[in-house]
């Protein structure tokens, strides 16, 4: 695996603001993923500065009165090469303001979203934005107590305002096709669980949420593996995949870690994060485990059965460097695949059901004759059908 080292050259010396770091001051940083830092690049404005984190000297790189989208493509670039001793980060005071930018801009293509396709499910939309945000926070500023408890209403907001299931699942695939850049795998892997735990499964409250907030966690060790191998175009070496396996092991000892220091994170949601590429019949890993923890003590829990059906269905749905977005169809196809190996058959088979449920629902909506909207837009309201820009609404019945 290559990774370079960047180094501040002179005339970035000379160009930008340089402060030498010292160990106590990296508690005050807070790294950005670059997934939602490039959510900048739809903004005109920002109100905090942006810096390089170059060993233990910081660069101030983008500030309120230099902000240009050229800056913010240099560090989307400088990231993308993976150097081994450069983050990206904000002073922790201003991460709050980064996080509400984010949160913004995601509103603003949620409703373009909802512009362009009528079909989507609001509600769905927005739960998923509000899920959205917690991962956000999961992967970027580390489980801490708030964060944790972000995670806890989100996953209740979600089981409190649950759909239709066939709904929620074509929203969910229908919006990754139509812009991908909003797509959240850990939030919608939390949407997909949670709606398999109530509605599939008719799990309590309490059992739904796990599995939601085991979907929000499950990836958080990838942010130990290199974006070189998590972003790598074609297949693993043995020892890419190696290191690839380690985000089960590590993001395990991240939770437990957060556990200890007073978070609300149970361990049977944890265990989901080491659990999660556990396959039904054996084979996966880390353990290789097998069947029911119900039925045997080195078995596989309930919460991470449900969690990896989302997360492979997620995970297939999500154009990737390596790979095209797919289609539920296909989706489901490569799913059958082995379906009888990896997965639960009991959560499995009526998962299946769902999303054949799910396209026959968006297939009819799609054909229904669209004369009455013509030019205009819907948004469904909780009393009616409300008219995007000129405010009236329609009641239905
Ligand atoms: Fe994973
Ligand atoms: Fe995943």
């Known amino acids: 695996m290559s990774q370079d080292v960047y180094r501040i050259s002179k005339s970035i010396r000379e160009k930008f603001k340089v402060f030498p770091l010292k160990p106590e001051d990296l508690a005050r940083l807070t790294n950005v ?14 109100n905090f500065s942006v810096f390089f984190r170059v060993n233990m000297e910081l660069l101030e790189f983008i500030t309120p009165e230099n902000f240009s989208h050229e800056l913010v493509d240099r560090i989307i670039a ?20 980064f996080q509400a930018l984010v949160d913004t801009v995601r509103s603003k293509k949620i409703a373009t979203l909802m512009e362009k396709d009528p079909h989507l499910d609001r ?21 801490s107590a708030s964060v944790a408890k972000k995670a806890k209403a989100s996953a209740s907001e979600l089981i409190d305002g649950l759909m239709d299931s066939h709904v ?15 797509y959240d795998h ?26 939601a907030r085991g979907g929000l966690y499950h990836d958080v060790g990838k942010t130990c593996v290199p974006n070189s191998i998590l972003n790598k175009p074609g297949k693993f070496t043995p020892e890419e995949f190696e290191i690839m396996k380690t985000h089960t092991t590590l993001g395990y000892e991240e939770l437990k870690k957060a556990i200890l220091e007073g978070a609300p994170i149970e361990e049977e949601v944890a265990l989901v994060t080491l659990e999660h590429h556990e396959k039904f019949s054996g084979g996966g890993y880390p353990y290789g485990k097998t069947g029911r923890r119900e039925d045997r003590a080195d078995g596989i829990s309930i919460y991470a059965r449900v969690v990896t059906i989302a997360d492979v269905y997620s995970a297939l749905l999500m154009k990737r ?7 539920q169809n296909q989706t489901l196809e490569i799913m059958r695949g082995s379906a009888d190996r990896d997965y639960d058959p009991s959560i499995w088979k009526k998962f299946e059901k769902s999303v054949d449920k799910s396209q026959v629902h968006y297939k009819e909506l799609d054909s229904r004759p669209v004369d009455q909207s013509k030019g205009r837009i819907f948004l469904m309201d909780d009393d009616g ?13």
């Open 33 to 46: 993923g670059l997934e939602h830092f490039a959510y900048l690049k739809e903004v005109k404005a920002i």
């Open 78 to 97: 400088a990231r993308n090469k993976e150097y081994q001793n450069l983050d990206i980060c904000v002073r922790g005071i201003d991460f709050p303001k």
């Open 123 to 143: 509600k769905t939309m927005q739960i998923f934005g509000n899920l959205s945000g917690a991962s956000q926070m999961i992967v970027r500023g580390g489980i």
């Open 168 to 182: 929620a699942i074509g929203t969910l695939s229908r919006m990754v096709l139509a812009d991908s850049t909003l």
């Open 186 to 211: 850990s939030a919608s892997v939390a949407m997909l669980a949670g709606i398999i735990g109530k509605n599939l499964m008719g799990m309590s409250k309490i059992d739904a949420e796990r599995c």
């Open 321 to 327: 460097v390596y790979k095209d977005a797919y289609d």
């Open 385 to 397: 059908f409300h008219q995007m820009g000129n405010k009236k609404k329609t009641n239905v019945s």
